[in-house]
């Protein structure tokens, strides 16, 4: 119990769920939004070359990945991902690709456009950086990974081979981070999505919880890289990574295709993007022509 309460002591925080005028009251289920930011924060010049992550302007620096988790009262939870180039409002700003919202006011203002847009309440806040990803990656002794084809991407710091293979943090990183695909960032958060389902299923087998030289640092590593809520804990996480350890259905979020816009190509809501998020406000089932089809690059 003690080391419970000074591992919760050790996570990072920021207000990213406080109120605002109008805010979407609680919706069933439980929700999670999972962000992927491309701060190099705390990583040394050397680091920076080791994981090719090169330097971003602005201190907030950017998010490429957003997932919105939903745990259901009952069933699978989903994993959707939100993909950087949708368009949408975003509070106080106007119409633009909704990542923008991270650049222009962090974590609070991306849930806030979040939630007016889908209108589903997000319950826990979590983001990790690029210093952070690999480092839990490597805590669990790498991660199995089966490709159906090979993966090169000189600006990820890429290079893989097909078949199954174990992927170190630095592999991993360049994994999620490639959009070296025909269909670039709608190939990567399938591949994005199916790499978390992995991670999970790795970090909650016994072979990480039976052995404390991976079940350690594998709780350091997330206390120490992940930030979360203010008003989130540690056994909050703990029920995330329980909850997604058994094949969760995975999905990006519908949308009516690219559009041209003054923040260039960008994808467009439409009628399915509403159904789809009013489902999830209800906790209602999705049925099947609303789920992607693509499977991305991981078999």
């Not at 960032?185 to 199916?194: A, G």
Request: proline share 6%; with cysteine; net charge negative.
């Amino acid at each position: 119990m003690g080391l419970t309460f000074y591992y919760d002591s050790k996570l990072n925080r920021v207000d990213a769920l406080s109120a605002y005028p109008d805010r979407v009251r609680d919706t069933p289920g439980t929700n999670w939004l999972l962000v992927g930011s491309d701060s190099r924060a705390g990583l040394t010049e050397q680091q920076k070359r080791n994981l090719t992550t090169g330097d971003v302007d602005g201190d907030l620096g950017r998010t490429d990945t957003m997932m919105l988790v939903h745990i259901p009262n009952s069933g699978k939870a989903i994993i959707v991902s939100i993909p950087r180039d949708l368009y949408v409002t975003i509070p106080g700003q106007g119409p633009h690709k909704i990542n923008a919202a991270f650049t222009f006011g962090g974590p609070k203002l991306l849930v806030q456009t979040i939630e007016t847009f889908t209108r589903v309440h997000i319950d826990h806040y979590a983001e990790i950086g690029f210093g952070g990803f690999d480092t839990l990656v490597d805590s669990v002794g790498g991660v199995n990974i089966c490709l159906d084809q090979p993966l090169r991407d000189p600006k990820a710091g890429l290079n893989l081979r097909a078949g199954c293979q174990d992927l170190n943090g630095r592999q991993a990183l360049g994994l999620v981070r490639t959009r070296a695909f025909p269909n670039a960032d709608l190939e990567r958060v399938v591949n994005q999505r199916k790499f978390l389902t992995a991670l999970m299923s790795k970090a909650a087998s016994f072979s990480t919880i039976a052995n404390p030289f991976r079940l350690f640092p594998f709780v350091s590593g997330t206390v120490s890289t992940l930030t979360v809520d203010n008003g989130d804990h540690i056994w909050n996480l703990a029920m995330l990574g329980w909850a997604l350890r058994g094949g969760p259905v995975t999905t990006t979020t519908p949308t009516g295709g690219s559009e041209s816009t003054d923040d260039g190509d960008a994808l467009a809501p439409d009628d399915d993007t509403s159904t789809f998020f009013d489902l999830i406000a209800k906790d209602a089932p999705i049925p099947q022509n609303l789920l992607s089809t693509n499977t991305g690059a991981i078999s």
